[in-house]
């Protein structure tokens, strides 16, 4: 069983589109996690939720929407795609804030046209 | 701001060789310090969490050490094999999200 899934695998879209990738874990997690890998393989923290509420919203443009609609799910909405938005994107969860394990998904490997 | 540094970027070393990874971190006020694995075009892979008040952990053939006064963590891996080859990871979790090291990427050759 896939504790942390992601779909799509890979995205290809044009600049200016707007796209959504899903997370779900089976974990029973209650707190969630977008990650950008950048082409030089840099990871960073995005968003992080505990319980559906957002706790971490590190600078990233508005362009960029997390949706919680409950525990186990934590989708990213992207409005108007730009070049410099092709990355790969892992969402995961732990116990709780902090102070656990993180489990990450296989990554969503998005290229901006 | 935390910033976390790992020294060697790249390392290559023939099969069967003890080795070592370092990890480096500016502010001591850490939650927790991870080692992740990530192999291409895959995700993270969890490998050792050490809380602040540990000093090592142990899984297998890995051996991770906290350091934290000192800033430091350690990854041992013995008597590597070629499925070790991967990216590692190191993360601290502290007051900011976590935050991850560049990844040493280790090659071990048969």
């Known amino acids: 069983d896939t504790a942390v899934s992601q779909t799509p695998k890979y995205l290809v879209t044009q600049m200016g589109n707007d796209k959504s990738i899903k997370c779900e874990q089976n974990?029973?997690?209650?707190?969630m996690y977008w990650y950008k890998q950048d082409s030089k393989k840099f990871l960073k923290i995005m968003f992080s939720?505990?319980?559906?509420?957002?706790?971490i919203n590190e600078t990233v443009p508005n362009r960029f929407s997390p949706k919680s609609p409950d525990k186990a799910h934590l989708n990213l909405h992207i409005n108007s795609l730009e070049l410099g938005d092709s990355a790969v994107y892992f969402c995961?969860?732990?116990?709780?804030?902090?102070?656990?394990?993180?489990?990450f998904g296989p990554g969503t490997r998005l290229t901006v046209l | 701001k935390q910033e976390v540094t790992q020294i060697p970027a790249a390392l290559s070393v023939p099969e069967g060789e003890n080795l070592v990874l370092n990890c480096s971190f500016t502010d001591s006020a850490i939650y927790n310090l991870q080692w992740f694995r990530q192999d291409p075009g895959k995700g993270l892979t969890s490998l050792l969490l050490i809380q602040s008040s540990q000093r090592e952990q142990t899984s297998g053939r890995l051996n991770a050490s906290l350091d934290k006064s000192s800033g430091r963590s350690t990854l041992y891996i013995a008597a590597s094999q070629p499925g070790d080859s991967a990216t590692y990871l190191c993360a601290v979790s502290g007051n900011t999200p976590l935050v991850f090291g560049k990844g040493t990427r280790l090659s071990v050759i048969a």
């Open positions: 974990l029973g997690h209650d707190t």
């Open positions: 939720y505990n319980n559906k509420e957002l706790i």
């Open positions: 995961a969860s732990s116990q709780s804030v902090s102070a656990d394990t993180q489990y």
